[in-house]
C-alpha cells in the first residue's frame, strides 16, 4: 500500500485544493483528512458519512466532593492549575475543590497524591473521526473538538483507519491531506509514508517553512517533492525556493500559478480539476503525473545532500 502525503510549513498555502485535485485525478484511491485541527477536505468533496465514532484521547481529573476534605493538595501540586477551592460553604466550612475541565491537562498526579483518594482520571471524549463515501471513493476524516488536544493520536488514527479501509476496497493508493507545520500532528501524518508533497509559496515565511519541513521529511528518510502554488506572484522568491529545495535532497514536482479559479471551483464545491482543463488545472495534472509516477516507481530515494540527518 502506498501513501501519499501532502503537506505545507503552515495553513493556507493551498495543500487542501491540491489533494482535492489528486483525488478526482488518481480516480481510485482512498482518502484521509490528517488536518484534524482545521478538516476542510469536506467541503470540495462532500462526504456523505457512513460511520461515526467518537475519539477519546486522554483523561480528565474528576474530584469525588464527598471524599473531598479541601486539603488543598492537588491545587499545590498541580502546574496547570486545573484544582480550584470552591470557597466556603453555608455553614462556613471549606468546600469541596473543582476541576477545571479545560485546564486539565490530564498528567494524574492530583489522583496520584490525593491523600483521600478522592480524584479519579476519566477518559474524556476529545472529536470525533468518520468513515464517509465521497464522489471519487472513501474518506477518513475526523474533527477534534474545541479546546480539545492529542490531535497527533487522533492523526495517528485516522492513517490507520484509512488502511483498512483501502485494503477493504482493493486500493493501493492513500491520498493524505496531512496537518500543516512540523510537530506532532504532521509527524503522525508523515511517518511511514511512500512519498511526501510539500507545498509552498513564493514568500519569505514560505522560504523559512520549506526548510523547517525540508528538515523533517529528510529526517524520516522520506522522499520528497516540491510545489510552489502561486509562483507566478513572485518569480524570485519562487526559484529561490526550488534551489533550496533541490539544495535539501527534494524534487521539483511543478509550479503552479495563480488562478482565480481555486475560488470558483470551491463555490461549486469541486476540485480545480473538474472545475476546468486549462491554467491551474493542467499544473496540477502535471504534479499529478509526477507524484503517481514516483508511487508507481515505489518512490525515489531520499538523497542525502543539504546535511546530515540530525
Same mark, same amino acid.
Not at 488518481?26 to 460511520?51: F, K, R
Given at each position: 500500500?502506498?501513501?501519499?502525503?501532502?503537506?505545507? =510549513?503552515?495553513?493556507?498555502? #493551498?495543500?487542501?485544493?491540491?489533494?482535492?485535485?489528486?483525488?478526482?485525478?488518481?480516480?481510485?484511491?482512498?482518502?484521509?483528512?490528517?488536518?484534524?485541527?482545521?478538516?476542510?477536505?469536506?467541503?470540495?468533496?462532500?462526504?456523505?458519512?457512513?460511520? @461515526?465514532?467518537?475519539?477519546? #484521547?486522554?483523561?480528565?481529573?474528576? *474530584?469525588?466532593?464527598?471524599?473531598?476534605?479541601?486539603? !488543598?493538595?492537588?491545587?499545590? %501540586?498541580?502546574?496547570?492549575? $486545573? +484544582?480550584?477551592?470552591? !470557597?466556603?460553604?453555608?455553614? =462556613?466550612?471549606?468546600?469541596?475543590?473543582?476541576?477545571?475541565?479545560?485546564?486539565?491537562?490530564?498528567?494524574?498526579?492530583?489522583?496520584?497524591?490525593?491523600?483521600?483518594?478522592?480524584?479519579?482520571? &476519566? &477518559?474524556?471524549?476529545?472529536?470525533?473521526?468518520?468513515? @464517509?463515501?465521497?464522489?471519487?471513493? +472513501?474518506?477518513?476524516?475526523?474533527?477534534? =473538538?474545541?479546546?480539545?488536544?492529542?490531535? !497527533?493520536?487522533?492523526? /495517528?488514527?485516522?492513517? &490507520?483507519? @484509512?488502511?483498512?479501509?483501502?485494503?477493504?476496497?482493493?486500493? &493501493?493508493?492513500? *491520498?493524505?491531506?496531512?496537518?500543516?507545520?512540523?510537530?506532532? +500532528?504532521?509527524?503522525? /501524518? %508523515?511517518? #511511514?509514508?511512500?512519498?511526501? %508533497?510539500?507545498v509552498t509559496e513564493p514568500t519569505l515565511s514560505g522560504l523559512h517553512d520549506l526548510q523547517r519541513i525540508g528538515e523533517l521529511t529528510r529526517h524520516f528518510r522520506i522522499p520528497t517533492l516540491v510545489a510552489v502554488n502561486k509562483y507566478d506572484l513572485n518569480v524570485d522568491i519562487a526559484e529561490r525556493a526550488e534551489s533550496l529545495a533541490r539544495e535539501q535532497g527534494m524534487e521539483i514536482g511543478a509550479r503552479i500559478r495563480y488562478d482565480a479559479v481555486f475560488?470558483? $471551483?470551491?463555490?461549486?464545491?469541486? @476540485?480545480?480539476?473538474?472545475?476546468?482543463?486549462?491554467?491551474?488545472? $493542467?499544473?496540477?495534472?502535471?504534479?499529478?503525473?509526477?507524484?503517481? #509516477?514516483?508511487?508507481?516507481? =515505489?518512490?525515489?530515494?531520499?538523497?542525502?545532500?543539504? !546535511?546530515?540527518?540530525?
Amino acid at each position: 500500500m502506498k501513501e501519499l502525503v501532502v503537506i505545507s =510549513g503552515k495553513g493556507g498555502t #493551498g495543500k487542501t485544493s491540491v489533494v482535492a485535485a489528486f483525488a478526482a485525478l488518481a480516480g481510485n484511491a482512498t482518502l484521509a483528512d490528517c488536518d484534524v485541527d482545521a478538516a476542510n477536505l469536506h467541503l470540495v468533496l462532500n462526504p456523505q458519512i457512513q460511520e @461515526s465514532h467518537d475519539f477519546v #484521547g486522554g483523561k480528565t481529573a474528576v *474530584i469525588d466532593p464527598e471524599g473531598c476534605t479541601a486539603c !488543598g493538595v492537588c491545587a499545590e %501540586l498541580c502546574r496547570f492549575d $486545573a +484544582p480550584h477551592d470552591g !470557597g466556603l460553604d453555608r455553614q =462556613g466550612m471549606p468546600a469541596p475543590y473543582a476541576i477545571d475541565a479545560v485546564a486539565c491537562e490530564g498528567c494524574g498526579v492530583c489522583a496520584r497524591f490525593c491523600p483521600e483518594d478522592a480524584i479519579a482520571m &476519566e &477518559e474524556t471524549v476529545n472529536g470525533q473521526w468518520f468513515i @464517509s463515501e465521497t464522489r471519487h471513493g +472513501p474518506m477518513v476524516h475526523a474533527r477534534l =473538538g474545541i479546546a480539545e488536544e492529542n490531535s !497527533g493520536k487522533l492523526v /495517528s488514527l485516522v492513517r &490507520e483507519i @484509512s488502511r483498512e479501509v483501502a485494503a477493504d476496497n482493493g486500493r &493501493e493508493v492513500i *491520498i493524505v491531506d496531512g496537518s500543516p507545520g512540523i510537530g506532532c +500532528p504532521v509527524i503522525a /501524518s %508523515l511517518t #511511514g509514508a511512500k512519498l511526501a %508533497l510539500v507545498v509552498t509559496e513564493p514568500t519569505l515565511s514560505g522560504l523559512h517553512d520549506l526548510q523547517r519541513i525540508g528538515e523533517l521529511t529528510r529526517h524520516f528518510r522520506i522522499p520528497t517533492l516540491v510545489a510552489v502554488n502561486k509562483y507566478d506572484l513572485n518569480v524570485d522568491i519562487a526559484e529561490r525556493a526550488e534551489s533550496l529545495a533541490r539544495e535539501q535532497g527534494m524534487e521539483i514536482g511543478a509550479r503552479i500559478r495563480y488562478d482565480a479559479v481555486f475560488t470558483q $471551483a470551491m463555490l461549486h464545491r469541486q @476540485s480545480v480539476v473538474e472545475y476546468t482543463d486549462e491554467g491551474a488545472a $493542467a499544473d496540477l495534472r502535471k504534479l499529478w503525473d509526477a507524484a503517481h #509516477g514516483h508511487l508507481a516507481e =515505489g518512490g525515489a530515494q531520499p538523497a542525502t545532500t543539504g !546535511g546530515d540527518d540530525q
